[in-house]
């Protein structure tokens, strides 16, 4: 027999060490070849590392959360061959055998005790406590009872006279039978939660964000109407493509809107003092999944149409979601897209996706009155808020963005204009 210690192979380029975010083994669990070993998280994706032997797994490089360097150990395994390092097995030591030392016999049993005669104890009858006959309270006090629910023969007073303070430590100690006051709930534990894994990344990512950006946020009133109007038309229509949300017309616009305002789809190296402002917009589209929250991008978004967006939006929501995302869906964002859909709230204020330079955040539609000339009218109303680098967009593009972006999605057939 030997050992095999499996190193943590180079698992992407430019990728120096991983976070140990599930173990699928144990020391002393017997495995076999190809069986998961481990799930290890990089900066890009998380990976499953499988064994390439089998055996007995002797020894685990650290616990879930712990981060190691490529090339270091992540799991030794007892095989059945010589292993990769060559070492021979330690010999089991011969365990000496012991003789069982004679038993003594046990001493014969000492004669009983005689018995003691126990004196008598007349029984003394308990004390019954009953209820006072007639229980006295004020109307006050009588009504604030009924209202809670709580019967007053039932409440322990000082000298048969109900008052306010007689319910009020009723009501805070209880009286053995589970009351509870209105409104309180069941205490819970407490709960202590390690942060690791995706949880612990988006930890360092937004506080990196905020530590190293200074954020503004714009935030802008948009009638969404006629774009609404479009959209049930057009998934009227749709045939046997998937139905469109709001958001491929969000993109649609953001695409069109983008090129006079090259400041805003761009990235800010900060060591090297460079901003790229890009040409082709790979819009990430933050995603909440049960591993935390993800940004999947839609590489080219200028170049599709609101049914080929749709499409790519719904897949790349999936991939995140069931953990089958690549490295590449999930990297190389230019400007990012982040949307609580119904939760929208009135505003947001989103964290800048570093080293991007600004997140735009649609937020829900909601109808109101509206005046429209001399008249009120029911409109159908979007707050769209935007957070920038204040260090590369000053407020006056941002707010004037917004405001390009507002006239297109005001007036949807614009959308689909050369």
């Known amino acids: 027999m030997g050992k095999f210690t499996f190193k943590l192979p180079d698992i992407g380029e430019g990728i120096a060490e991983a976070e140990i975010v599930a173990w699928h083994v144990k020391v002393g669990d017997r495995i076999e070849e190809d069986q998961p070993l481990a799930d290890m998280m990089t900066d890009k994706a998380t990976v499953e590392m499988e064994s390439p032997v089998a055996g007995v797994v002797t020894a685990v490089a650290g616990e879930e959360g ?4 490529i090339g270091s150990m992540l799991v030794e395994i007892e095989t059945e061959g010589a292993g990769n390092e060559g070492a021979a097995p330690k010999p089991v030591a011969e365990t ?6 004679p038993v003594a016999a046990p001493p014969p049993p ?9 004196p008598k104890v007349e029984a003394v009858e308990a004390p019954v406590t009953t209820k006072p006959e007639k229980i006295t309270a004020s109307p006050a006090v009588r009504a604030r009872a009924k209202e809670l629910g709580v019967d007053l023969s039932d409440v322990k007073t000082s000298g048969g006279h109900v008052r306010h303070t ?4 009723y009501l805070n100690y209880g009286s053995g039978q589970g009351y509870r006051a209105a409104g309180a709930s069941a205490k819970r534990a407490d709960e202590t939660v390690k942060v690791i894994g995706m949880r612990r990344r988006i930890a360092e990512n937004m506080a990196a964000s905020k530590r190293n950006i200074p954020h503004f946020s714009y935030v802008e009133e948009f009638d969404v109407t006629a774009l609404e109007a479009m959209r049930a038309d057009l998934n009227a229509n749709r045939g046997s493509r998937p139905k469109l949300t709001m958001l491929p017309f969000l993109i649609v616009a953001i695409c069109k809107t983008l090129p006079d305002f090259p400041m805003i789809n761009a990235r800010y190296d900060d060591e090297a003092g460079v901003v790229t402002r890009y040409g082709s917009v790979h ?5 909440q999944t049960d591993a935390g929250l993800m940004v999947p991008v839609i590489r080219d978004a200028q170049d599709k149409n609101v049914w080929q967006l749709s499409h790519e939006i719904r897949r790349l929501a999936e991939v995140s979601r069931n953990g089958s995302a690549k490295s590449e869906e999930l990297s190389g964002s230019t400007l990012t897209i982040t949307s609580l859909g119904p939760l929208g ?11 991007e330079v600004a997140i735009i955040g649609p937020n829900k539609i909601v109808e109101r009155p509206v005046f429209v000339g001399d008249a009120i009218e029911a409109r159908k109303l979007m707050n769209l808020s935007i957070s920038c680098d204040h260090r590369v967009v000053d407020g006056w593009d941002a707010a004037s963005y917004v405001q390009a972006l507002k006239k297109l999605v005001e007036t949807p057939v614009l959308l689909f204009a050369d």
């Open 66 to 69: 712990d981060v190691i360097a």
């Open 96 to 101: 000496p055998k012991v003789e069982a030392e």
């Open 110 to 118: 000492a004669p009983a005790p005689a018995p003691v005669e126990t």
């Open 166 to 169: 007689d319910l009020d430590a």
């Open 283 to 287: 819009l990430g589209m933050a995603t």
């Open 345 to 355: 709230g009135i505003a947001t204020t989103p964290v800048i996706n570093r080293p």
